[in-house]
């Protein structure tokens, strides 16, 4: 769910003030947005609120409302451990996933940085039909550069397990932080504005679609059949544009703890033949803590 929730608990990919920036992949699954980068030891823990899962541009046919909570260990080295359990509201597992994964920090310059991590997926046997749950493994590698007026990041991720894709993100943002303060000289606010443009295969879909195909085909959540399962073969292996999606993420910080509001727009192109996807806002709320050591 992740990430989609997963995984969007995180490509997503988000900036965080943890080491493990990025590693969420799309999913509106993050720790949080803010744009700072921490390379020191250092452990982060958090909890994340999403109105439903997106999984690389893609959603499945029901709103599936979530529940995360992360933890982070970055180690001074640059490695970092993380894990991820994710709720979707009103199923009985008190545990619909877990996530799990290592990786790295790059430091190139002061500007130029970027992580490689391994992430897998555990979904528990009564866990909803979530479009993520056909692939069990993330490999992500991001870069990012800081331009000074802009933040610009590619973001590359191998999905295998049941079905396997492939995936490029491009993003853009702006990280802003006004001067003034709110109730004392520690606290800040910080608005990190940004788009995303997400390319790859979505094999994914179809294997999701095979899965739950005649839940999917009698609730006529696939449009343009006119018969029952089996579907028809569709070419969702081949490369192309997925997703445009523009965000706002408005966070109060302190030296140790940041709350964050984030909203995204969804526009996803190219599913004909998938499973119908629409335009969608997305709206997260995410508390996290960070521990110095």
């Given amino acids: 769910m992740k990430n989609y929730i997963i995984i969007s608990f995180f490509l997503a990919i988000c900036n965080t003030a943890c080491a493990a920036a990025g590693v969420h992949l799309d999913t509106n699954r993050t720790v949080a ?71 790295y920090l790059f430091n190139y310059s002061k500007k130029f940085t970027g992580t490689f991590s391994y992430t897998h997926f555990f979904f528990t046997d009564q866990a909803p039909p979530v479009i993520v749950s056909a692939s069990s493994n993330d490999i992500n590698f991001k870069n990012a550069y800081d331009w000074g007026v802009l933040k610009t990041a590619g973001t590359f991720d191998y999905l295998f397990g049941q079905a396997n894709d492939y995936f490029l993100t491009l993003s853009i943002s702006k990280y802003i932080e006004p001067g003034w303060r709110l109730f004392n000289d520690q606290d800040y606010l910080s608005i990190n504005p ?35 399962p089996p579907f028809h073969d569709f070419d969702n292996g081949k490369f192309n544009v997925l997703n445009y999606s523009f965000k706002l993420p408005i966070a109060y910080n302190m030296p140790h703890y940041t709350f964050e509001a984030s909203w995204k727009y969804s526009l996803p192109v190219n599913v004909d033949g998938a499973l119908r996807n629409h335009h969608e806002v997305f709206f997260n709320l995410t508390f996290y803590y960070l521990f110095f050591k």
């Fill in 33 to 103: 947005d803010t744009d700072s980068v921490v390379r020191k030891r250092s452990i982060s823990v958090g909890v994340n609120y999403g109105s439903d899962i997106q999984f690389f541009g893609r959603t499945g046919p029901v709103k599936y409302p979530y529940l995360g909570a992360d933890a982070i260990y970055n180690f001074k080295s640059g490695f970092f451990i993380y894990g991820s359990a994710v709720q979707v509201f009103g199923y009985t597992p008190v545990i619909d996933e877990i996530d799990a994964g290592a990786g």
């Fill in 194 to 228: 940004g788009a995303n443009l997400i390319m790859g295969t979505q094999n994914f879909v179809g294997r999701y679609a095979s899965e739950n195909s005649s839940e999917l085909f009698y609730n006529n959540y696939i449009p343009g059949l006119d018969a029952p």
